[in-house]
């Protein structure tokens, strides 16, 4: 071990965090933007549509990350009317292969998590939303997406962790993220250990971070905690808790 | 795509067989993990929790490419002359920690899952540690953990398309190195998908008849 060298890594890393942070916020708000119609055409839909929703989510979710990539970044070349056309500005470039690849990536399970949550908001309350008048965007707007968005944010917080830790692959299209900045400094100063530990434990904050963020926000947007059941106590105290009736012994 | 059938035939069982040593390893150590997290005393507790929160909160490829160029360093460091790491090897062992850290999660909840009354009943009939958790908590356990642990290993599958990188001959190579000789990368890299996908499928499929075979018991 070499202190010095891992101190030059903590000094030199760092600046890889930018694009390590552009790549990961990008591409989760692009996934999650595209991710919320289709999860809706995947739990609600006409079953052609859920189904043509079900094989994207599942192509991306099936093939490795590393595959996707290299079929934009790479394969895409190969069709002539690709390079042709003026898309080939953006495909050209190995930031924007990238950031598309995490957002189509993203979306396909961001998609799947919201579709779970969307499937598991009880029946009733959107029965009541109905008899109340509202209509079905209405609906979905302000009763069923929030409640499924609380229902996922568990498994959404998993996702924003594994995208973090997916940027990483950013680095073998040629972009000096934080793992491509720790292979730069390795292949010059011969010294793996002490480099990529330096970046595995910025890495490690990261993701705490994010994890400790997404338990925040869970804490902000859950309902039926104590505090707001007390007050509701408080307001009618007449009626018994569902817990504490005595049924009748046997 | 010429020569490279036989090549993608011979990185299929590269990959298969990669999977296969390091699922197997990571489950056996995963295992130990979440037995020893359950029962043990608190420092060793936290141990294991410092080494699940690590391996889950960093990259794969960062582990793989650490254990890889650090492995040849500390292996030349020991022999006194310059020794390269096998890339078979260091998959191996980078994906085994991988899926260890995050098998031990799952089997750690799994074991907290099963009714405490079970233990006590186990406990009351006579039973000794050791059987209460071959015959008791064990088969319930699995059975609760199967899912989480199917998922362990579809993403495994996926991870060992990253052990290309450090050179590993593996479906994911072939198709680089065919891409570039050929030039036809979208060929290549679409024959790959398509590999990874059906092994992915495969897993899927297992996983679901081993699901319905052992439901988890008492739902």
């Known amino acids: 071990m070499n202190l010095g060298l891992m101190f030059d890594a903590l000094v030199v890393l760092p600046s890889g965090v930018g694009l390590t942070l552009i790549l990961t916020v990008l591409s989760l708000t692009a996934g999650f933007l595209l991710s919320v119609p289709l999860a809706f055409i995947r739990a609600f839909g006409r079953p052609g549509l859920s189904l043509a929703v079900l094989a994207y989510t599942y192509v991306i979710r099936g093939t490795p990350m590393l595959v996707q990539l290299f079929l934009l970044y790479y394969g895409l070349a190969q069709i002539e009317a690709v390079r042709a056309s003026i898309f080939w500005v953006i495909l050209r470039d190995p930031l924007w292969c990238a950031l598309l690849t995490f957002s189509l990536n993203s979306a396909a399970h961001t998609t799947e998590i919201l579709c779970r949550g969307l499937q598991s908001v009880p029946k009733g309350v959107t029965e009541a939303a109905t008899s109340l008048g509202l209509k079905r965007f209405q609906i979905a707007r302000l009763v069923t997406f929030p409640i499924a968005f609380r229902i996922s944010l568990p498994a959404y917080g998993n996702e924003v962790v594994g995208m973090i830790k997916g940027s990483s692959l950013a680095s073998t299209v040629t972009l000096l993220e934080i793992t491509g900045m720790a292979r730069q400094m390795v292949s010059t100063t011969f010294a793996p250990y002490e480099i990529f530990i330096v970046a595995g434990a910025i890495y490690l904050s990261l993701t705490s971070i994010a994890v400790k963020a997404m338990q925040f926000l869970e804490r902000r947007l859950s309902t039926g905690d104590r505090p707001t059941r007390r007050r509701k106590a408080r307001l009618r105290p007449a009626l018994p808790d569902h817990e504490i009736t005595t049924t009748p012994l046997p | 795509m010429g020569g490279f059938t036989t090549q993608f035939a011979v990185a299929l069982t590269v990959t298969i067989s990669l999977a296969f040593v390091s699922g197997c390893l990571g489950t056996a150590f995963g295992l130990f993990l979440a037995i020893s997290k359950g029962t043990a005393q608190p420092r ?176």
């Open chain 2, 44 to 219: 060793l507790n936290s141990v294991v929790t410092a080494y699940t929160t690590v391996v889950r909160g960093v990259p794969e490829l960062l582990i793989i490419l650490l254990i890889y160029f650090g492995g040849t360093t500390l292996a030349s460091k020991i022999a006194g002359r310059y020794v390269e790491v096998n890339a078979f090897t260091a998959g191996v062992i980078a994906l085994s920690v991988v899926f260890s850290g995050y098998a031990t999660e799952v089997f750690r909840g799994a074991i907290a899952a099963v009714p405490a009354g079970q233990t006590e009943a186990a406990k009351s009939l006579g039973l000794n540690a050791w059987q209460r958790w071959v015959f008791i908590i064990g088969p319930q356990m699995l059975r609760l953990a199967l899912p989480a642990y199917g998922n362990l290993w579809i993403s495994l599958f996926k991870d060992t398309a990253l052990v290309s990188i450090v050179g590993l001959t593996d479906i994911m190579r072939v198709a680089y190195v065919g891409a570039g000789s050929l030039r036809a990368p979208l060929t290549f890299y679409l024959a790959a998908a398509a590999l990874y996908l059906s092994l992915t499928t495969v897993t899927l499929l297992s996983i679901q008849l081993a699901e319905r075979r052992y439901p988890a018991l008492g739902r």
